[in-house]
């Protein structure tokens, strides 16, 4: 796919089929005041870039396809497989002062929460901050008593698209999601923790798609 | 501008040119075994497009221009000042434990500092977590003291691109900027916090170019 600047008698061409639809070549040459082999290249380009539609003995429509869609397609094409990170793991037994650390030492976000293998729990860094004003003696208290539990966590999977898996960081205020595989066991459902997206990795990914 | 999808003759004109540029439409015509009024239509299509440039008495050249670059310049077109969110300020008396209450409240991951109305300092969740499981009394000490200090400080400005100041949140490792204008007082530079913008600007940013 290339971009084309349209020319004014182009611009003004789907002016009139919006208006107009459905349109013959030869009322759109009459209203500009042109021969239809004037307007044949023209139409070539406004039918080739999908902009608009011809079909045979009745005329050209306007198919409202524009420079976004091509944008929106290229940006819905990720998948969250394609950007993800590392995932950063505690079991519900690690003390809440040791989950601390290994967020400063790992230096991500959230910290999500295992038991037996699979994903029980996550902690941000504000329920941590929460908790280490509250007085609570955080290095006895295990982390498994203060996490968001399952089945209150939003996660998203490597096969779902960005844009997914960025609404959801938007609409439940989160700054991550656990990537995850769903295996069940026994007619229960378990979520293997394979990932980790966070806003920092969409930050990434709109510095690519800027150029920069 | 629009998308326009290049049928496979223009596809071959596009790698000839690339591997023979300069090249006359004469030759490319010889190579592909077709008339030059044949090619005329392909070459249109190419030249308004921007792919390819022709040189009168030269030839066509090939320039480089393809879809990602009327991305990058959709994306790029966005400054701070679009999409800034309102900044939350505490002044540098404030104790720590009245900013970690400001930053619940306003549910922020940054809190700017100043001094007599001008950014003087910068803390985020991390950095107050530090303090609060660093055994210090946060009720009493002020922020000033714990703060990172003016002229450590990222920042960015409302008509500097967002692609910029994403760059600056990636490359410093930082959840958000200042906005800020500066103001020359006494030949000093003193920056008024204007906004805030972050990692969530982007991601919703991100949101609204995928059209979802």
């Known amino acids: 796919m290339v971009p084309i600047q349209l020319n004014s008698r182009q611009t003004k061409i789907i002016d009139i089929v919006k208006e107009h639809e459905p349109i013959t070549s030869e009322q759109i040459a009459s209203i500009l005041g042109v021969t239809r082999a004037t307007l044949r290249p023209d139409l070539a380009i406004l039918t080739m870039s999908g902009i608009l539609d011809a079909r045979p003995k009745v005329g050209y429509f306007y198919s409202g396809v ?44 959230s910290i999500f929460v295992t038991n037996k293998g699979y994903l029980s729990g996550v902690v941000s860094r504000k329920d941590l901050l929460k908790n280490a004003i509250g007085g609570s003696e955080i ?14 966590i939003v996660v998203t999977y490597p096969n779902e698209s960005v844009v997914e898996a960025a609404r959801k960081i938007i609409d439940h ?6 990537v995850t595989e769903l295996e069940i066991i026994d007619g ?12 920092t990795n969409i930050t990434r990914l709109f510095l690519e798609f800027s150029g920069s």
Chains 1, 2 share one sequence.
């Open 66 to 109: 524009d420079e976004n869609n091509l944008i929106s397609k290229k940006i819905n094409s990720k998948n969250v497989g394609d950007i993800m990170s590392l995932p950063i793991l505690v079991t519900e037994d690690t003390t809440v002062y040791d989950t601390i650390v290994t967020m400063f030492l790992e230096n991500v976000g």
């Open 139 to 152: 290095s006895k208290i295990p982390v498994g008593i203060t996490m968001t539990r399952m089945p209150n």
């Open 173 to 178: 205020e989160v700054d991550s999601l656990p």
């Open 188 to 199: 229960k459902e378990h979520y293997k923790v394979v990932g980790r997206i966070s806003k």
